[in-house]
């Protein structure tokens, strides 16, 4: 089984991160990439190589002004007065429903704050000469593992970082600037008339949901901390079941602060009956490790044992399968988790 990763995925390196009213150090940094590297290799996973695809297939989930906005924003923003060390938002036009809201701002005459305010849902995602690299090549390593699992492997591991399922179609969030698992299953859909997405990182995949909400050909189905009082907080609620064609086709179990491994296995052993149900040609997991309690954004009481749990349970599924690395913020935390969920996946096949 292949890894697929690209070292221009450390080339985000921001130094600034929004958290209860303090910038501080972010949580996601390069050196999550090198210890789930080192360990998944560890593991027995071999490296892959990571074919660039070009932008075709992200402008096909992603729209083309924000990838332009992407491409363009850091340098735009290094020319204003006293630049800072990295480009945030400190503007938020999100209103739903205020009178007079432009639909969007202009890519020539806005202003650069203007477009980041737009584009740039929060404040986890500062932006700085790499990151634009960085994210590419974090797509691309999605593709290239969906595209390995699409001609016939039977699964495939992408050491996606920057993570994606925060991101949406056109708006950067939590982290995450491209969407990899939407990116995956779109490649999959090439070859497969229905694709499952299943996603047990301990945030609820928000910006998936919202790529697929109208779809019946892709299914979600997402288990997290529950969003009253958690990131994201306006999505990931059990009544988001999909609308219209997708009405449905989409499934969120949210679980209280404090549950332990028989509640996060069996939220994951109720995704994947659905899972089965829908029938997919192939399987996409966006692979999250920071449910783990010694995780610092975790509220759950989760251990190792749970991922190989879980591991076992998903790998005996027998799906073409497309794992996408998510979130998991503790290096030691997901040294541990994600070799175990992975051993216990292959000893399953
Ligand atoms: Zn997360």
Redesign the pocket.
């Known amino acids: 089984m292949e890894l697929f990763f690209d070292t221009r995925q450390l080339n985000h390196r921001p130094t600034q991160y929004l958290v209860h009213g303090r910038i501080v150090a972010p949580l996601e940094k390069p050196e999550r990439f090198e210890v789930m590297r080192d360990a998944l290799l560890a593991a027995g996973l071999l490296e892959g190589k990571v074919q660039d695809s070009g932008s075709d297939p992200i402008r096909n989930v992603h729209a083309p002004h924000y990838v332009a906005f992407l491409e363009t924003a850091v340098e735009a923003f290094a020319a204003l007065p006293n630049a800072g060390p990295e480009l945030l938002p400190n503007v938020h036009p999100y209103a739903a429903g205020t009178p007079g809201l432009r639909q969007r701002p202009a890519p020539r005459t806005t202003g650069i704050l203007g477009r980041a305010g737009w584009y740039i849902g929060d404040m986890s995602c500062a932006m700085m000469a790499g990151t634009f690299e960085a994210a590419y090549w974090s797509a691309q390593s999605a593709l290239s593992a969906a595209t390995a699992v699409a001609e016939g492997a039977d699964c495939a591991f992408a050491l996606c970082r920057p ?1 994606g ?1 925060h991101a949406y179609a056109d708006r950067a969030s ?1 982290f995450c600037f491209f969407n990899n698992a939407a990116l995956a299953a779109e490649r999959l859909r090439r070859v497969h008339d229905r694709v499952a997405i299943l996603d047990f ?3 609820h995949g928000d910006g998936t949901q919202a790529i697929f909400y109208e779809r019946a050909d892709v299914l979600f189905a997402s288990t997290h901390t529950d969003p009253q009082a958690y990131y994201p907080h306006y999505f990931g609620y059990a009544d988001e079941t999909g609308e219209g064609e997708g009405r449905g086709f989409n499934l969120n179990i949210p679980l209280a602060p404090g549950s332990d491994d028989d509640h996060f296995v069996g939220a994951v052993e109720r995704l994947a009956e659905r899972v089965l149900r829908h029938a997919p040609g192939a399987l996409v997991l966006s692979a ?1 490790w ?1 449910a783990h309690r010694n995780d610092p ?1 975790s509220r759950l009481d989760v251990g190792t044992q749970a991922f190989s749990r879980i591991g076992k349970l998903l790998g005996g599924l027998n799906l073409p399968t497309v794992i996408v690395q ?3 913020y503790s290096l030691d935390a997901v040294a541990e988790a994600a070799p175990a969920f992975m051993t216990a996946f292959r000893s399953a096949r």
């Open positions: 993570p399922h939590g990182d301990t945030h999250g920071d954004l998510e979130g998991g």
